[in-house]
């Protein structure tokens, strides 16, 4: 084990989009951070930008979390390894399964939407619970969307999952009342990424706050004297 930095974020989503402006901004804030997404180059990105926004080197962990669901597990003990403690979570990966009927979804397209954006969740909060519990000041922050609480023609695949996500999410915050740690989400709100791209084709994302826009409100919800818990955050309400 090395000396221990003063925060260690573990970062999910990290390649690219909200997730990789959220490991750029807290690493410029000093934050050791540890990056998981599918591919090793979007990785090596961010971590490039990290260390040019002056931030330490990160850790990176290429990992499906829908193929290799099952090495979540060992993310939470390997960073205690390395680090000696874990205090902050992002999780802001996510899928964009298609957008179809209810009646159409294909076995294949849920197990998909289900194992990304809500079964991962799951994953992450057993492994992350005990360290974050005994940080000082643990901090989880996970990105969500209004069509968890906004039932759309076509987005059912998607909202369901994101619903049963939010779920988890105040059911863990109620758990851990009281206590040191601090579990919140936040929405950002229609966000110039691909995955909003790929949801509205005909939008222009020219019009839209890009994501370094709405890192530092959700870099924020990180720090130690934030003291909201079991709360829904618009990102973008926070930087007016």
């Given at each position: 084990?090395?000396?221990?930095?003063?925060?260690?974020?573990?970062?999910?989503?990290?390649?690219?989009?909200i997730?990789?402006?959220?490991?750029v901004?807290?690493?410029?804030?000093?934050?050791?951070?540890?990056?998981v997404?599918?591919?090793?180059?979007?990785?090596?990105?961010?971590?490039?930008?990290?260390?040019?926004?002056?931030?330490?080197?990160?850790?990176?962990?290429?990992?499906?979390?829908?193929?290799?669901?099952?090495?979540?597990?060992?993310?939470?003990?390997?960073?205690?390894?390395?680090?000696?403690?874990?205090?902050?979570?992002?999780?802001?990966?996510?899928?964009?399964?298609?957008?179809?009927?209810?009646?159409?979804?294909?076995?294949?397209?849920?197990?998909?939407?289900?194992?990304?954006?809500?079964?991962?969740?799951?994953?992450?909060?057993?492994?992350?619970?005990?360290?974050?519990?005994?940080?000082?000041?643990?901090?989880?922050?996970?990105?969500?969307?209004?069509?968890?609480?906004?039932?759309?023609?076509?987005w059912?695949?998607?909202g369901?999952?994101?619903?049963?996500?939010?779920?988890?999410?105040?059911?863990?915050?109620?758990?851990?009342?009281?206590?040191?740690?601090?579990?919140?989400?936040?929405?950002?709100?229609?966000?110039?990424?691909?995955?909003?791209?790929?949801?509205?084709?005909?939008?222009?994302?020219?019009?839209?706050?890009?994501?370094?826009?709405?890192?530092?409100?959700?870099?924020?919800?990180?720090?130690?004297?934030?003291?909201?818990?079991?709360?829904?955050?618009?990102?973008?309400?926070?930087?007016?």
């Amino acid at each position: 084990m090395t000396d221990s930095p003063a925060r260690v974020a573990l970062i999910t989503g990290a390649s690219r989009g909200i997730g990789a402006a959220v490991a750029v901004e807290l690493g410029r804030r000093g934050v050791q951070c540890v990056l998981v997404a599918r591919t090793q180059g979007g990785l090596e990105e961010t971590d490039d930008a990290i260390r040019a926004a002056g931030g330490p080197a990160a850790t990176l962990f290429p990992l499906d979390l829908q193929k290799r669901a099952a090495d979540i597990d060992m993310l939470g003990p390997s960073i205690v390894a390395r680090f000696g403690r874990l205090d902050i979570l992002v999780h802001a990966a996510g899928v964009l399964p298609k957008l179809t009927p209810v009646a159409h979804i294909e076995p294949r397209d849920m197990d998909e939407s289900l194992a990304v954006n809500m079964a991962a969740c799951w994953r992450l909060i057993r492994t992350c619970d005990p360290p974050l519990r005994a940080a000082p000041a643990g901090r989880a922050v996970v990105l969500t969307d209004a069509m968890a609480a906004t039932p759309t023609p076509y987005w059912g695949l998607y909202g369901a999952a994101k619903a049963g996500m939010e779920y988890l999410i105040r059911s863990w915050a109620a758990e851990t009342a009281g206590g040191a740690l601090c579990v919140n989400l936040v929405d950002p709100g229609a966000v110039a990424t691909r995955l909003r791209g790929n949801a509205f084709p005909g939008q222009d994302p020219a019009v839209l706050p890009g994501p370094a826009d709405v890192a530092p409100a959700i870099a924020a919800l990180c720090e130690a004297a934030e003291t909201r818990h079991g709360a829904l955050i618009l990102a973008q309400a926070s930087t007016h």
